[in-house]
């Protein structure tokens, strides 16, 4: 096993142990070590925070463990994402976003990253944070005349939310207003098409990328 394979797993263990002081001081040394961010990323926290979803699937883990694992996620993350947040290109097509996680979810990480990678690419993003009524995600792109509406959720239970999110729009007139954007560990590109998303990714640096193209195809006046 490589140094860097075994740093890795350091960090992918201190994530399934919930020890944020060793998640933060891990990735460090990772970093100082020249280990590209995003492997740091998705092959230490994100396989370490599957991992213990799967044991709390299990039921060898319980909410204490998940509380712990977020801990040391937001921990390590904090060293992530500002070297991730400089590899952000600034371009000229972005806009005014609106980012939230929906009613009855209270997870942010992920959020959290879409909502500051957006800010490093220039996108102006106003994040209201978790368990949010779709109603106040709507008033405030309305106010704020958003370009994009970002929904984050991780719980199956909280998905619909998004869907009444779209439905709401509709019913009010104000579809064709707001590009609407999806996402959470279990957002498919398949569940945002059915519920009439304009676009999902599966991690930051895509949601940016995703963010870029809806933003040109209104500016162009096509679809996305
Ligand atoms: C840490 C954690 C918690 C922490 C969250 C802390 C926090 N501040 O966020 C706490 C302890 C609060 C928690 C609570 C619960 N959790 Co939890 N949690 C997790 C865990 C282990 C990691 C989540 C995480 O942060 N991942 C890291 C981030 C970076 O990844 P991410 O969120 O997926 O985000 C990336 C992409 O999805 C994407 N993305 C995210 N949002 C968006 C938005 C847009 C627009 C776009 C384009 C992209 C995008 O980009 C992100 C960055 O690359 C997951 C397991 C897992 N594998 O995800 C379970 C998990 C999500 N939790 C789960 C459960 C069941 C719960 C609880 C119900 C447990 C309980 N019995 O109380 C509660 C629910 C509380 C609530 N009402 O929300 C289940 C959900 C099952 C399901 N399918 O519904 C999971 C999957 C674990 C499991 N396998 O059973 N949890």
Redesign the pocket.
């Known amino acids: 096993m490589s140094g860097e394979e075994a740093l890795i797993g350091k960090i992918r263990e201190a994530i399934v142990g919930g020890i944020s002081e060793d998640s933060e001081q891990l990735t460090r040394e990772a970093v100082d070590a020249g280990i590209d961010a995003l492997v740091i990323?998705n092959d230490g926290?994100?396989s370490g925070?599957?991992e213990?979803?799967?044991k709390?699937?299990s039921g060898e883990y319980f909410?204490p463990e998940?509380?712990l694992?977020?801990r040391a996620?937001?921990a390590a993350?904090g060293v992530v994402s500002p070297i991730l947040e400089k590899t952000a290109e600034r371009t000229t097509d972005t806009g005014v976003v609106v980012?939230a996680?929906v009613k009855?979810?209270?997870?942010?990480?992920?959020?959290n990253?879409?909502a500051s990678m957006l800010t490093a690419s220039g996108f102006e993003v106003t994040d209201l944070g978790?368990?949010v009524p779709i109603k106040d995600i709507i008033a405030k792109a309305q106010e704020l005349d958003a370009d994009l509406i970002?929904?984050?959720a991780?719980?199956?239970?909280?998905m619909p939310f998004m869907r009444d999110l779209i439905n709401l729009l509709d019913a009010m007139g104000e579809r064709e207003r707001f590009k609407v954007?999806?996402?959470?560990?279990?957002?498919t590109p398949e569940f945002a098409e059915r519920i009439g998303a304009d676009?999902?990714?599966?991690?930051?640096?895509?949601?940016v990328k995703?963010a870029r193209a809806l933003i040109r195809s209104g500016q162009s006046g096509e679809d996305s």
């Open positions: 990323l926290l994100m925070a599957d213990v979803g799967a709390f699937e909410l998940l509380m694992t977020g996620l937001k993350m980012a996680t009855t979810d209270i997870h942010d990480i992920g959020k990253m879409v978790v368990d970002a929904c984050s991780l719980l199956t239970t909280s954007m999806v996402g959470g560990a279990s957002v676009a999902t990714a599966p991690n930051a640096m895509d949601a995703a």
